[in-house]
């Protein structure tokens, strides 16, 4: 099982990555842009995910993952059960989560080219 404790070693371990008390939710952002979220009661973590995939994502684990309440859908969000993951797999979800927030080259020296697009632009 994964803790608040784990994620915020990984998270901010990252480049340019602040973390926040916000309306007693504890977040991590990069400049104005949040990209992982945990609920009040430390359950749940929102994080940073491409709205195409995410369907699947949900669909392939219910058990583990589920879309984020309705007001926020317009965004790149979903959410997961910490109780439900492993620690490789809250690495890959934090990583890649920050990778949308930052620059690519930034993501790039830091975690190699997008195992999606490939090189970074530059």
Do not use: C
Request: no cysteine.
């Amino acid at each position: 099982m994964v803790t608040v404790e784990d994620v915020r070693r990984v998270a901010s371990s990252l480049p340019r990555t602040e973390e926040h008390l916000i309306r007693d939710r504890i977040k991590f952002r990069v400049g104005k842009i949040v990209y992982l979220a945990f609920s009040a009661d430390e359950e749940w973590m929102g994080f940073a995910f491409p709205k195409e995939e995410r369907a699947a994502l949900v669909a392939g684990e219910p058990d583990k993952f589920h879309m984020p309440r309705l007001s926020d859908q317009r965004f790149n969000w979903v959410e997961v059960r910490l109780a439900a993951l492993d620690e490789e797999e809250m690495r890959e979800l934090v990583q890649e989560a920050w990778r949308m927030v930052v620059p690519k080259r930034v993501a790039a020296a830091r975690l190699g080219p997008s195992p999606v697009t490939g090189a970074p632009r530059r």
